[in-house]
């Protein structure tokens, strides 16, 4: 474990110019280091687990931000003209990208999906930038186990008269996200599997 809690330190003056297989990499290992747990979890979906993935550990470390803004935006289609994400866990995530980009010098806004209307001001429900009807928008999430969080805000993007393009997670458990989404329509992708972190997690020791 000790080589792995080195690794982000050793190359973080290079976590802006790594190449995206060597980033996705380190981007596991830091996942293993500090954000994968085993023992007895209840999830918010109410569910029991073995093992919980806290991502925010991730896309709230130092270069772990870094690194997901970098490996997250070559995913998104050319078409796409704004991410999104269920606060809370998305937020660092899209603001991540939103970031990145505008150093490659794309535009790409960041909104940030309300689990209730606001109770003062407009009420919204979307926070961020207003774009026009009918623009093209990525909904990114950070775990993604039955995935409700990510479809409902897919659902409030669309009522909002935003056009879905897909949804990308960090980490997909495989306990029936996927099938939902394939069932919504909405396209569907993530960088590493449950089974990705825990066999590295593994040979980590």
């Known amino acids: ?17 790594l190449d995206w297989l060597t980033l996705r990499q380190k981007l596991l290992d830091l996942f293993c280091q500090v954000a994968y747990q085993e023992g007895d979890f209840f999830l918010s979906s109410g569910q029991r687990s073995s093992y919980y993935i806290n991502g925010k550990q991730v896309t709230l470390h130092a270069w772990g931000g870094l690194a997901v803004g970098r490996i997250l935006l070559p995913l998104l289609t050319p078409e796409t003209q704004a991410v999104a994400g269920l606060t809370l866990g998305a937020d660092p995530i899209v603001t991540a990208v939103n970031v ?9 806004p960041a909104l940030i999906i309300r689990k209730e209307a606001k109770g003062h001001g407009t009420r919204a429900y979307i926070e961020g930038p207003l774009l026009p009807e009918g623009s093209t928008i990525t909904v990114l999430e950070d775990v993604v186990t039955t ?6 805000a897919a659902e409030r993007l669309q009522q909002a008269g935003y056009c879905v393009n897909g949804i990308i997670a960090l980490v997909d458990r495989h306990q029936g996200g996927a099938k939902l989404y394939q069932q919504a329509g909405i396209p569907f992708q993530s960088v590493f599997s449950i089974q990705d972190i825990q066999q590295r997690w593994r040979e980590i020791g």
């Open 1 to 17: 474990m000790t080589e792995i809690r080195q690794s982000l330190t050793d190359f973080s003056d290079s976590i802006a110019t």
């Open 100 to 108: 990145v980009a505008a150093y490659e010098g794309r535009s790409l």
């Open 147 to 152: 995935g409700s969080s990510a479809l409902k």
